[in-house]
Every structure is written in C-alpha cells, then in structure tokens.
C-alpha cells in the first residue's frame, strides 16, 4: 500500500525521523572508557523526566512488564500484601502478576471507566492497622479505557491514613504525555517504558526508585536476579550495565530526551492536552458518541477509547480502518473488546497527523454501518484547534507563536 501506515495504536507511537536517524549506530564495546558518557547522559536526562532530584532512574533492556515485576520483587517479600485498584486491561496484568508471584493483593475493584478511588482507599488504608500492605500499585493512566488517575490524590490518601506503605505508579502511557511528579508526590518506584511517551521502540523498561525503595533490596527477600536494583545501581554509578544494555535504544534515548527538552516538557504536556481535546470534540461534539472514560476528570490526554453504538462491532472499525485506509487504531481489550476502539494521540504528534486519524475511524465507522454525519469529527476538531479557547491552552508555549496569525 502506498503512504505511510498511520500509527494510531496508544504504543508503539511514532518515532521522530531525527530519533530514527540517531539509532543507526554501529556497535560498540560496552565496556570501552567512552561508553559511561552515554549511560550518565540519559540517566541524568531521565531524572528531569521524572522530575526528581532523589530517585534514581534505572533502565532495563525489557518493556514496562518486566519494569512491573521489579518493582515488585525489589521491595517485597513472598506473602506480602498489596493494595490495588482494577478499572482495564493494564491496572489487571499487573494485579495478576502480583498474584502469580506470590503476593496478596486486595482488590479495590471499579467500573471500566473510572480511575483510583481515592475515598475507598483512604478507607481500606485506615482499616489496615496492622500495616499489612506494604505497598499501593496504582495504573496512572489506564491505557485500556483512556482514564488518568489523580496520583497526588492517592499520595494524599495514603498520607491521611498515616500508613507507610510504598507507592508503585504505572506511568507507561503518561511518563513524557502528562504531568508526573515523583518527588512532590512521594512516589517509591515510578514503571514506565521506551515505546509511548518516550517515542522510542519497545526494548527499554525504566524504572526510577526512590531512596526508601531503593533501601529496601536489603529486606526484600522476593526472588529476582535480572531485575535487581542492586546490580543495576552498583554497574550505573560509574555509568556501566551488568549485562549488554541495546546501545541503538541508549542512542535513541538520548535524542528523544533532547526533543523533550528543547520543546520543554510542560510545552509538552500542553501539546498533549490540547492534541486530546480536539480528538474529544470529533467523539462527542462531532461523531456524538461516548468516551468510555466516565467523567471529565478522567478523561486521558494520551489516548481516547470510544464506545461503538450498540450493535456495531468496534473490532470490524479497526479491521476496516487497518485493511482499507492502513489506520492502525487500538483494540478493545478484554471487558471492552468490540464495545471500544482506541486513538491514541501521545509522542510525536501535531494537528494534521490527528486528522488523519479522526478521518480515517469517520470512514471506517461509516463503512462499518456506524450512523455518524461524514465530516463531523474531522470538523469538530477543526474547530476545536482554530479556536481561543485552544489557543488560550497553548497560550505560554512555543506553538502558540503560530496560532496567532501575522497581522492579526
Ligand atoms: C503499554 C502498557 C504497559 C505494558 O508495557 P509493555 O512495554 O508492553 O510491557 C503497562 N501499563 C500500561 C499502562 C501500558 O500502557
């Protein structure tokens, strides 16, 4: 098929041509004088990712899922109990890897839609007298079901309750998209990986780990090996790996932490936040359809997951859209298969690419049997973009230069 394959999955996202371009490298001796330069540069880099000044980034040849189960087995020991809530696909996987690892985990369980209760553990903490869970695993942004979860939140719940367990973030679909703080909310190990926010391919799984983390390997008696902090730690201070880290990854890194910085990472969590709400006014302003996000304050700025009318397989939209118009969209997973599909709008994206997407779903829905009016979403989120209230959120950014007309 001619043209590009438009990449709408919420990860891999698109890698920048620049970022392209800095991973065709030839190999090296990762154990060469020149090579610490490298790994110091992208932990530094990650640190103001993160936004820390104590944590300490580690990464991992691997993906977010291998990230999920060292933060687990650094910190804890067979039997211990976890705290987490279920609301999609990816905050599940990691509660049943916690199960088949051998912790306990209580269950908060919510609606597909919805994010961390924060009322409902508040209350399950203050419960806990004994200190039974040692730790709170919260999905900050459930990429099955497009809900951001209010992490602060959480860390003000668990504060409220005076309980000392640790803090684990899935940040995989928001490190880089949306606002994360790992120092001001307290957060003990932060699981992200290289292929959503960071606009790299898939291979890196990075963890940053607090200081009380950190500490904790001495305790933590769970069994690990590959994915010991310790190891890690110990090889990254003088800028070295225990084992062959993917130097073409480090490389990409490092040219993808430069993108972030010369955009500036709050310009952004802008872009991302204006890129979303255009794609949420062809949903619900254009195509008059749900987001399956329940409320506002739910709503991700990194990816939309759209309910189908009864009736309509949201499946076949995403065959339609891959085979006939080379759109890749996400899949509705588990709870959600066939009654959603999902744009995901994070990394290296501006107005004109989303379009392409917004337009390419309007076709595949009609051609689905959907009954949207042709155009609508595409004209909605035109709208959306042209208008103040949109320029307004861009307002202290570079790209708000080009919104203003010259002349106007
Ligand atoms: C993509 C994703 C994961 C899984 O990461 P892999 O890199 O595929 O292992 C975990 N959690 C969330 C929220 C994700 O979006």
Redesign the pocket.
């Known amino acids: 098929m001619a043209g590009r394959n438009a990449l709408f999955v ?2 891999p996202t698109n890698v920048p041509d620049r970022v392209l371009r800095s991973m065709m490298v030839a190999m090296e001796d990762h154990r060469s004088p020149k090579f610490p330069e490298l790994t110091l540069h992208c932990l530094a880099g990650l640190k103001k990712i993160f936004k820390t000044e104590t944590g300490t980034p580690i990464m991992f040849p ?7 189960e060292a933060a687990l087995t650094n910190c804890l020991s067979p039997g211990d109990k976890v705290l987490a809530s279920r609301f ?1 696909q ?2 599940h ?2 509660i049943d890897m916690a199960t088949r690892l051998g912790f306990e985990v209580e269950i908060i369980d919510c609606e597909w839609g919805t994010g961390v209760p924060l009322e409902r553990t508040l209350e399950v903490l203050e419960a806990d007298k004994g200190h039974r869970i040692k730790a709170v695993l919260a ?6 079901t497009g809900v951001t979860s209010d992490i602060a939140g959480v860390r003000r719940a668990m504060d409220a309750a005076k309980h000392p367990a640790l803090l684990m973030v ?5 490190l880089g998209s949306i606002d994360f703080r790992m120092d001001e909310w307290a957060v003990d190990v932060c ?1 992200t ?4 926010g960071l606009m790299l391919p ?1 291979g890196l ?1 990075i963890v940053c780990v607090s200081p009380k983390a950190l500490a904790l390997r001495e305790q933590a008696r769970a069994p690990r090996c590959y994915f010991d902090f310790g190891d890690m730690v110990k090889a990254n201070t003088s800028g070295y790996f225990p084992y062959t880290p993917p130097l073409p990854l480090l490389y990409g890194l490092r040219e993808s932490l430069s993108m972030l910085e010369e955009e500036g990472l709050e310009n952004v969590f802008r872009r991302h936040h204006y890129l979303a709400a255009g794609a949420r006014a062809a949903v619900q302003k254009g195509w008059k359809l749900d987001l399956c996000a329940r409320a506002p304050k739910w709503y991700s700025d990194t ?1 939309s997951a759209i309910l189908v009318p009864e009736g309509i397989n949201g499946a076949q939209v995403i065959e339609i859209a891959f085979r006939r118009y080379n759109l890749s969209l996400g899949a509705g997973l588990s709870k959600v298969a066939g009654k959603v599909f999902r744009i995901g709008h994070l990394g290296d994206l501006n107005e004109i690419m989303l379009l392409g997407a917004i337009g390419g779903a309007e076709m595949a829905m009609l051609d689905a049997g959907v009954q949207i009016a042709p155009g609508s979403g595409v004209a909605a989120a035109q709208q959306y973009w042209r208008g103040e209230e949109a320029a307004r959120k861009l307002a202290t950014s570079a790209d708000a230069a080009r919104l203003v007309p010259a002349g106007a």
Do not use: I, M, R, Y
Not at 62 to 68: E, I, L, N, Q, Y
Not at 170 to 174: K, Q, R
């Open positions: 919420p990860g691997a993906s977010g899922t291998g990230c999920w999609g990816f905050s996987l990691w999905t900050h942004n459930e990429t099955a899935d940040a995989v679909s928001s699981v990986g290289s292929q959503k898939a799984g990816v």
